[in-house]
């Protein structure tokens, strides 16, 4: 299998724009842009790697990305992946990580680690949390135990895991609410970074090298999410993440937010896309100016038998695949593909046997890693456009939408010059 990692650099020039953090122990570099979409090819430098962006990033919410052993993870090229606050902090716990020496020894990858604060899990999956501006109280999903997530523990609990990348603490609302509900919480989010950030300054130890990323929010509406946008572009983070986006809302909406928010933050600074990952979407997000990605959907999908194809998602147990003795995907290089058929894989998905789990897993992961090898290419070749056109015509999405246009760079300039 051939990975992602050395591909040659996109241009010989220096940077286009940069930035730093942690005394440049992180540094991204902006190599190039679109001319006619918002594509940026970048590059992260971490003291753990480096990280070719735009990047999808696999989830291994519980310090394992499921089924998985992380040689295959990186296998599939990944340069980093995820994991969460939130379950960590309940099971195994804060203490026995450190104990540990830390996430990255204790789960044996040694690549970079975004943790994300948890935020979306205490508001979507615990019960009873009160929110005060003190932080948030809620019952564990697991035992109904008490506690409170603060934005100055937040970043305590992701530097004792030795996290590369943390994200701040902030108030996820449940959609549909009302504006004055959205614009509270997203207050609250920016007033939370700032704690978040004075935490960081005074409990981060000679050495660490972990960086924080605010999180920008403002529901479906368009002024709070630019007025949100040029607020975290003023605060003093590594990068900036879009988030509460791909929670139910139209395609459109979203990319409506998108435009509402990447011309506000900062040029020279990473921008990630929480909860981000069908392969229509990471086209989407790249036109919009998105550099990093993550989602469960590839190996969540691929536990229940579907697989990315370039024609769209297939579910390999259906019955159509019994008698296909060839690769799901002849395009495809990873083990799955070059070594098994559809038809030997349909076997296992019926059989239930735990091989078809980890190879479809395995496949969706190099699929949407060769996704982002392919948006790379396109942007250092300037053809962007028109390979996103070509991808997102033969890409069937589920529940066969029509696929939604790409922005221009020209329409958009105007519009906004408008609303100025
Ligand atoms: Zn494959």
Redesign the pocket.
């Known amino acids: 299998m051939t990975h992602s990692h050395g591909i040659a650099a996109p241009v010989d020039a220096p940077p286009l724009a940069s930035s730093q953090a942690v005394h440049r122990q992180f540094r991204f570099d902006l190599l190039r842009e679109d001319a006619s979409t918002w594509a940026r090819r970048g590059r992260i430098a971490t003291s753990r790697g480096t990280i070719e962006t735009p990047v999808f990033m696999p989830v291994g919410t519980q310090a394992t990305v499921k089924t998985l052993h992380p040689d295959e993870v990186r296998a599939t090229g990944a340069e980093i992946i995820l994991a969460n606050t939130y379950h960590l902090m309940l099971r195994p716990g804060v203490n026995i990580l450190r104990d540990a020496g830390g996430l990255h020894r204790f789960m044996h990858w040694d690549g970079p680690i975004l943790t994300d604060s948890g935020g979306f899990q205490v508001f979507s999956l615990s019960d009873q949390n009160t929110v005060t501006e003190h932080g948030v109280t809620f019952a564990s999903h697991i035992d109904g135990s008490r506690w409170t997530m603060t934005p100055e523990n937040v970043v305590e609990l992701q530097l004792a895991f030795g996290s590369d990348i943390m994200m701040q603490l902030d108030h996820v609302l449940g959609l549909p609410a009302e504006r004055a509900a959205i614009q509270d919480a997203t207050e609250r989010s920016s007033r939370w970074l700032e704690r978040a950030i004075a935490a960081l300054a005074e409990q981060q130890m000679a050495g660490s090298a972990s960086v924080l990323f605010g999180i920008q929010q403002g529901g479906m509406e368009p002024d709070l999410r630019r007025e949100h946008a040029r607020r975290l572009a003023g605060m003093d983070v590594a990068g900036c993440a879009v988030g509460g986006l791909s929670v139910g809302e139209p395609k459109p909406v979203m990319h409506e937010m998108l435009e509402a928010s990447t011309p506000y933050l900062p040029r020279e600074r990473p921008r990630y896309l929480m909860g981000v990952g069908s392969p229509e979407d990471l086209w989407h997000g790249v036109a919009r100016g998105i550099d990093m990605f993550d989602c469960v959907l590839p190996t969540r999908l691929a536990r229940n038998a579907g697989?990315f194809t370039p024609d769209g998602r297939i579910t390999i147990s259906n019955a159509s695949w019994r008698h296909e003795h060839r690769?799901?995907?002849e395009t495809?290089?990873?083990?799955?593909?070059?070594q098994f058929t559809a038809a030997y894989l349909h076997h296992l998905f019926r059989a239930n046997e735990i091989l078809g789990l980890r190879?479809a897993s395995?496949?969706?992961l190099?699929?949407l890693a060769r996704v982002m090898i392919d948006i790379r290419h396109a942007i250092e070749d300037g053809t962007f456009a028109g390979k996103a056109a070509a991808f997102l015509d033969r890409y069937r999405p589920v529940g066969g939408q029509a696929p939604a246009p790409l922005p221009s760079r020209s329409a958009a300039s105007s519009r906004e010059g408008d609303q100025e």
């Open positions: 697989m690769p799901v995907d495809c290089d990873c083990r799955a593909c070059t190879l395995e496949h969706n190099r699929f």
